[in-house]
């Protein structure tokens, strides 16, 4: 990073960008072509960090997934304009994190209601989620395991 002094590195900070972002953007590469894709997700931390996604069982990004599974990741909050008298005075402030990881499709039933709580806790504390078999069956889900991330604030 450039300016240093922007950079976050405590992870209970980096922590708690993701945990306040409402979408998390994908970068995917499909023979040195860029895709992105925004998504709901979860985040789950230990001894690896994870994020995990959900999918319905077809589309481009999976496709691309199983090609290449290395991929960048993005969350954005807090945006506030700041504006100048110049055109060029005008800043944005923001908090981000950026990250990378490898990506996997996950098959097996528990791990995949394991995932779907990570998600659904995100959004909602209610908890003690049921998952419908045949919907379970249709749904896709994602696990990135993050080899680095690393904020920052503007």
Not at 23 to 29: E, F, G, Q, T, Y
Not at 39 to 58: E, K, P
Not at 76 to 96: K, T, V, W
Not at 114 to 128: F, K, V
Request: charged share 25%.
């Amino acid at each position: 990073m450039r300016k240093k002094e922007r950079e976050i590195t405590d992870i209970d900070e980096i922590s708690s960008i993701i945990s306040h972002a409402d979408v998390c953007r994908i970068a995917l590469s499909d023979n040195n072509i860029p895709y992105i894709v925004t998504m709901n997700f979860g985040f789950q931390t230990g001894s690896v960090n994870r994020l995990y996604f959900h999918s319905a069982v077809d589309g481009k990004k999976l496709e691309i997934i199983r090609r290449n599974n290395y991929v960048c990741f993005e969350f954005d909050i807090d945006h506030q304009l700041n504006p100048g008298e110049n055109a060029c005075d005008f800043g944005m402030s923001y908090r981000s994190v950026v990250g990378w990881g490898n990506i996997k499709i996950i098959t097996e039933e528990e791990e995949k209601k394991s995932g779907l709580d990570c998600i659904m806790s995100h959004y909602s504390y209610n908890g003690g989620f049921s998952y419908n078999k045949a919907v379970l069956n249709k749904t896709i889900v994602l696990r990135l395991d993050i080899s680095e991330m690393k904020g920052k604030k503007a």
